[in-house]
């Protein structure tokens, strides 16, 4: 079934300071991990923290939305796809992936969702990586 509601979860810690404002720009123009999805899709969005470390919050949080959603508007968990925010998932010069990055998965995975890594991608830090300069692949 198609994704119609879009979960994106953020690193607690980073939003203590950032307003998540790329991760939603890069979900209105379809941008870095939001390629895949049309620009004309109906798609729905909502961001949450991961609850801060080791993540494990984050599990109950989203249960409680797969609750209201089905019960308020019959969104199934198949049509529901968790993005774990670049910060969390990437290097990047503000720091490290998260420690926790492989439990939040195995957590969000125990619910039944699809998970796509990844939201805002900046071309200067994807070259970067290119370069060696960070690891893995890019980020904001
Ligand atoms: S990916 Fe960037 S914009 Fe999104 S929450 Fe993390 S630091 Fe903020
Ligand atoms: S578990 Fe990871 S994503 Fe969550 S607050 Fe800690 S470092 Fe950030």
Do not use: W
């Not at 990437?90 to 990844?118: A, F, M």
């Amino acid at each position: 079934m198609g994704k119609q509601f879009i979960a994106v979860v953020q690193c607690h810690l980073v939003k203590q300071r950032c307003s998540g404002y790329l991760c939603e720009r890069a979900f209105h123009h379809r941008l870095g991990g939001f390629e895949r999805y049309p620009t004309d899709a109906p798609l729905r969005s909502m961001h949450l923290t991961c609850g801060g470390c080791c993540g494990r919050p984050v599990q109950r949080k989203l249960a409680n939305l797969l609750k209201q959603i089905r019960k308020r508007e019959g969104i199934e968990k198949d049509q529901v796809v968790v993005h774990l925010s670049s910060c969390i998932t990437k290097d990047n010069h503000h720091g490290p992936p998260c420690p926790h990055l492989e439990y939040l998965e195995t957590l969000i995975g125990k619910l039944g969702l699809d998970i796509v890594r990844d939201t805002t991608l900046s071309p200067r830090s994807e070259h970067l990586r290119g370069e060696g300069v960070y690891a893995g692949g890019p980020q904001e």
